[in-house]
């Protein structure tokens, strides 16, 4: 978490720095920097993983990071990169979060009617948002936070079978079906 911390503030402080006259800009600039290098970041280490634990994988490798778990478990390496995710999504959400809070307060102040009445405008568009909001929320992010963590664990383990299946599936190829349903 310290490490995705040390990112986000070397990232808003850089652009604060290329954009110093606009600051509305700068967290804009800084919130997509940021959200480009955690998805680089999370798609690196998923291609790592894939690479060192995948099927490519030698049974060496397999055997030699199949003692970081007990019977029955989640590998660790699963574990750790969840962990990442989590912090790399953190690390997302608090910059999109300064950035629309920014741009609340850029809209609220560019209009004449809503400068005038500066915290019922902001509260109303924030509602606005938080409704807009709120339903995919409730239908996605909620149930995986009310999961039992048995069940959340139950979850990645079939995840992962269904990633082992499909690396262990092998398609026929196409000549071979095509002679085999001309045969009489």
């Not at 690479?51 to 750790?80: V, Y």
């Not at 149930?143 to 990645?156: F, G, Q, T, Y």
Request: aromatic residues 8%; contains cysteine.
């Amino acid at each position: 978490m310290a490490i995705t911390w040390m990112i986000y503030r070397g990232c808003s402080w850089n652009s604060r720095k290329y954009f110093e006259t606009n600051r509305p800009l700068a967290l804009a600039a800084s919130a997509l920097v940021i959200s480009i290098f955690c998805i680089a970041i999370l798609v690196l280490l998923d291609k790592i993983l894939d690479d060192l634990l995948g099927g490519n994988a030698s049974a060496t490798m397999r055997t030699w990071t199949g003692r970081f778990t007990a019977a029955g478990d989640i590998p660790l390496q699963e574990k750790c990169m969840r962990a990442i995710m989590c912090c790399m999504g953190l690390t997302m959400a608090l910059s999109w979060q300064l950035n629309m809070e920014q741009a609340i307060s850029t809209v609220v102040q560019s209009q004449h009617f809503m400068a005038n009445h500066m915290v019922w405008s902001q509260s109303f568009l924030s509602i606005v948002l938080a409704l807009a909001l709120i339903f995919p929320w409730r239908r996605i992010i909620l149930p995986k936070s009310e999961m039992r963590e048995r069940s959340h664990e139950d979850e990645i383990k079939n995840e992962l079978n269904v990633m082992t299946n499909a690396e262990n599936f092998m398609a026929e190829p196409r000549a071979l079906r095509v002679r085999q349903t001309s045969d009489p």
